[in-house]
């Protein structure tokens, strides 16, 4: 009965590699997030996605790709992964732009050595 | 733009003692304010929100907009509090909107 998953958990991979983070949610939402925390906690938003369209997208740099097949998904792929990229992902949805809360999955950390 | 500080990275209080998590924001519309907590090994959660005026275990926070604060308090601090704890605000409108920004997040750790 887990509201959103990601997978995987954990990730542990070599500069230059191209890795995906996937998500998925069956709160039947139609709003899906991306957040990137940092070594410090720090918690800032990537990408949103609303009815699989792209609607927030923060400065991130094009190595980030977030792909959303369909409103109950929203995966995160990243190439040629650097050492900055190691932190906590998190995905989260909503039900609308509007929703005043946001459900938040358990996390990927990912190591990038 | 918006943003939102939490001055504090580390909080420690002893059980039973009062505890205040400051938040402050900066935003030129009319802001939503939310705390948002993530207890030991759980997801992150919503704890509150300012619009719904109400305690949640125990805690309230009020919108003080002259001072542009949202800060977290409870009178009696219990040591199942101890989590990180972070403030956030929504955009209400424009181009970032539905955007959560969040702050530099709190630890708070209650003694026995």
């Known amino acids: 009965d887990t509201a959103v998953s990601q997978t995987p958990k954990y990730l542990v991979t070599q500069m230059g590699n191209d890795k995906s983070i996937k998500c998925e949610q069956n709160l039947g939402h139609d709003t899906m997030y991306w957040y990137k925390q940092d070594s410090k906690k720090f918690l800032k938003i990537m990408f949103s996605y609303n009815n699989k369209e792209l609607i927030i997208n923060e400065t991130v740099p094009n190595r980030f790709s977030p792909k959303s097949p369909d409103k109950a998904h929203l995966n995160l792929h990243i190439n040629s992964l650097e050492l900055g990229d190691s932190a906590v992902y998190f995905c989260a949805s909503s039900q609308g732009l509007s929703s005043y809360e946001q459900y938040f999955g358990p996390g990927t950390r990912l190591t990038v050595t | 733009a918006q943003r939102v500080t939490q001055p504090e990275k580390l909080l420690s209080v002893f059980k039973g003692a009062p505890v205040e998590l400051k938040c402050n924001y900066s935003?030129?519309?009319?802001?939503?304010l939310f705390w948002y907590v993530q207890y030991s090994r759980q997801r992150l959660q919503l704890l509150l929100r300012h619009i719904s005026r109400e305690s949640i275990k125990g805690f309230t926070a009020d919108l003080n907009k002259g001072e542009t604060s949202f800060h977290l308090k409870k009178p009696f601090a219990q040591e199942e509090d101890s989590a990180m704890y972070y403030c956030?605000?929504?955009?209400?409108?424009?181009?970032?909107?539905?955007?959560?920004?969040f702050g530099q997040g709190t630890i708070l750790t209650v003694h026995p």
């Open positions: 935003y030129s519309g009319s802001p939503e």
């Open positions: 956030a605000l929504k955009a209400a409108g424009g181009t970032s909107y539905g955007k959560l920004t």
